[in-house]
């Protein structure tokens, strides 16, 4: 059975949502200055650790520690802010609650959601800005049969609001499966591949009916901007 914390409420309206406390979901990526992340590999771990904290027994549960803030989380809008972190500021925000997820090279740690304006001390000093990153090599095809999260060709957005954007998707993805599918997602390891779309692919993504990022404007890009696209196979029509 589907548990009450697994996807919100029917839709509220922007202004309901805006009205309710806001809160927002702390992620901090790992970038030491001779060892940073490639960028894809980054991007699709900081969706693979969204979909880990909404996995979590500690959110899924409905006594579970963090099942409370992340339905106020929830009931709002779904913002995340991802900073940067090396040496003793990547070992001090490990110290705090959270999960870490590890890719190829990127670690990316999640946080349970905090108020907009209630930052615990040790993430509060953490820079938002300088989250730009390189590819480590050549980015391949997905593979086949593996959710792929889309991204806009005609948006140039940093690394950091770009891995936001994946976690995005990835959970409006989660929020669209049955109990079954969310298992399988779950057993392998959340795979998943993030690629830029073509032009015309994009096109096509975009009235397809699968999950869209519409962004709401707060940073980098106009309001309404559409961001990423979620490809999970199981909800294709």
């Not at 996995?55 to 339905?71: F, I, K, Q, S, Y």
């Not at 609650?97 to 590890?102: A, N, R, W």
């Not at 959710?147 to 994946?166: F, I, Y």
């Not at 959970?171 to 969310?182: E, G, K, N, S």
């Amino acid at each position: 059975m589907t548990s009450p914390f697994d996807a919100p409420v029917p839709d509220p309206t922007p202004e309901d949502r805006d009205a309710r406390q806001q809160y927002v979901l702390p992620l901090v990526v790992r970038m030491e200055r001779a060892t940073p992340p490639g960028r894809t590999d980054a991007l699709e771990t900081s969706a693979r650790v969204v979909l880990t904290l909404l996995n979590d027994p500690r959110v899924v549960e409905p006594e579970g520690e963090w099942a409370e803030r992340v339905l106020a989380w929830e009931d709002a809008r779904i913002r995340k802010v991802v900073r940067r972190a090396r040496g003793g500021e990547w070992r001090r925000a490990g110290e705090l609650p959270g999960i870490t997820v590890t890719g190829l090279e990127a670690e990316v740690r999640v946080f349970p959601p905090v108020p907009l304006d209630g930052w615990p001390k040790e993430l509060a000093k953490l820079q938002v800005s300088g989250t730009d990153l390189e590819e480590a090599g050549p980015v391949g095809a997905a593979t086949p049969g593996v959710p792929v999260l889309w991204l806009n060709p005609e948006l140039e957005m940093s690394a950091g609001k770009t891995m936001a954007q994946t976690g995005h998707a990835a959970q409006l993805a989660w929020w669209r499966l049955d109990d079954a599918r969310r298992k399988e997602w779950a057993e392998s390891g959340f795979a998943l591949a993030v690629r830029t779309a073509t032009p015309q692919a994009w096109a096509e993504l975009v009235v397809s009916g699968l999950p869209l990022v519409q962004d709401a404007g707060f940073t980098e890009i106009a309001p309404g901007s559409c961001t990423v696209v979620a490809d999970h196979p199981a909800l294709r029509g």
